[in-house]
C-alpha cells in the first residue's frame, strides 16, 4: 500500500519556520515526508534536514520520497522524546527550526491491519512502532477496569468511559478482545442506543484513547518541546500541528511557560530569580486551515499550527 498521507498546513509550516536558507531543519514526525520535502524545497541548496520517526514503515515512504535529495537528509528511526539525545550524539546540533506534526497518520489509519482504526476488523494492535511491548489488546485484556475507565476518560475526552470499562471487563472474562470488530461491538454495546444516533462513531473516542495510551503519545509531548527549544539557534523556530484538545493544551501551556519571564513577587525592586523567556509565542492563536485545505482533505478540519521563536542570546544563556 501507497503512504497516501496528505500533510496538512504544508505552506503554514514552510512560512512559520523556514527563515533561514540552507540551514539545518527537523521534522520530528517525519511521516510519508511531505512536510519534509516542502521545506528542503523553500530552504534551497544547502539545506540539511534531520526526520525522525518511530514508524519503520513511515522511515522507508519517506526515504522513497526524498530519494532525490538523499544526500540532505538523515533519518532517524526513533521517537522524539529521544531528540535531544540523538541529535547531540550525533553533533547534528543546534537546529534553525523543527516540527512536530502530531497524532496518527492517515496512512496508518488506512492501513486496516495496523489495528487503529475502528472501520476495519483487524488485530488490536495500534502499535507506531511494532517493537513497543504492548499492543492495544494488552491494554483491554490486562488494566484494572478503573486504570481503563480512566484512560478512556483522560485521553478520549468519552462521557460513556466507566461504563465502557464495565462492559469491556464483563466480556473478557468470557472471550477475549483481539480484534477491532470485537471491541467495537463492546463499545456499541456499553453506550445507549440514543447516544449513538448522532455525533462520531461511537468507538472514535475510545480508540483514541488506547492509541495515546498505547504509544504514550502525551506522556513526554512537553519534555520533547522544552528540548526541542533547547536546540534551537537565536530566532530558529518550532512548529507543532495537533489535532486534538489535549496535544494542543500541552502545546498551548508549554510554550506559555517558556515564554514567562521573571517570577518574583511585584513588590520586590530587582528580579531575584533571575527566569529569562526561552521563547518568543508567534501564534497567539493557532493557525487552522483554510476551507479549500478542509475540503481536499477532511482530516485537516481539526489541525492547530502553533510557532513559538527562540529568544535572542542576550535575553538567555546561549545553547
Not at 498505547?214 to 500541528?241: C, S, T
Request: net charge negative; glycine share 6%.
Amino acid at each position: 500500500m501507497e503512504y497516501g498521507h496528505i500533510s496538512v498546513l504544508s505552506q503554514e509550516v514552510v512560512d512559520a519556520i523556514c527563515w533561514r536558507q540552507g540551514g539545518r531543519y527537523v521534522d520530528a514526525t517525519v511521516g510519508g515526508g511531505g512536510h519534509a520535502w516542502a521545506l528542503l524545497e523553500a530552504a534551497g541548496p544547502g539545506t540539511e534536514l534531520i526526520a525522525f520517526d518511530q514508524d519503520e514503515t513511515a522511515i522507508s515512504a519517506a526515504s522513497h520520497r526524498l530519494r532525490d535529495k538523499a544526500d540532505q537528509v538523515t533519518f532517524i528511526h526513533s521517537n522524539f522524546v529521544h531528540l535531544h539525545r540523538e541529535l547531540t550524539r550525533r553533533q547534528l546540533a543546534p537546529i534553525d527550526g523543527i516540527l512536530f506534526d502530531l497524532g496518527v497518520s492517515s496512512y496508518q489509519l488506512d492501513e486496516g491491519e495496523r489495528g487503529f482504526s475502528y472501520r476495519f476488523d483487524a488485530p488490536l494492535d495500534m502499535r507506531m512502532d511494532q517493537s513497543l511491548p504492548h499492543t492495544a489488546a494488552d491494554l483491554v485484556a490486562s488494566l484494572p477496569e478503573e486504570e481503563l475507565a480512566d484512560i478512556i476518560a483522560r485521553y478520549g475526552e468519552e462521557r460513556w468511559a466507566k461504563r465502557i470499562a464495565e462492559f469491556v471487563v464483563e466480556t473478557r472474562k468470557k472471550q477475549s478482545i483481539a480484534t477491532t470488530g470485537e471491541l467495537v461491538d463492546v463499545i456499541k454495546a456499553a453506550i445507549p442506543a440514543g447516544a449513538r444516533r448522532s455525533g462520531p462513531h461511537p468507538a472514535r473516542r475510545t480508540f483514541q484513547a488506547l492509541r495515546i495510551a498505547v504509544n504514550k503519545e502525551l506522556e513526554y509531548l512537553e519534555q520533547a518541546l522544552q528540548d526541542a527549544v533547547e536546540l534551537l539557534n537565536p530566532l530558529g523556530r518550532i512548529a507543532v500541528i495537533s489535532f486534538h484538545s489535549l496535544e494542543d493544551r500541552i502545546v498551548k501551556e508549554t510554550f506559555a511557560s517558556l515564554a514567562s519571564g521573571c517570577e518574583c513577587p511585584p513588590d520586590l525592586p530587582i528580579c531575584v530569580c533571575g527566569k529569562r523567556p526561552d521563547v518568543r509565542i508567534i501564534t497567539r492563536r493557532p493557525i487552522v486551515p483554510q476551507p479549500a485545505e478542509v475540503a481536499q482533505n477532511p482530516r485537516a478540519r481539526s489541525a492547530k499550527l502553533r510557532v513559538a521563536e527562540r529568544v535572542l542570546g542576550e535575553e538567555r544563556d546561549e545553547y
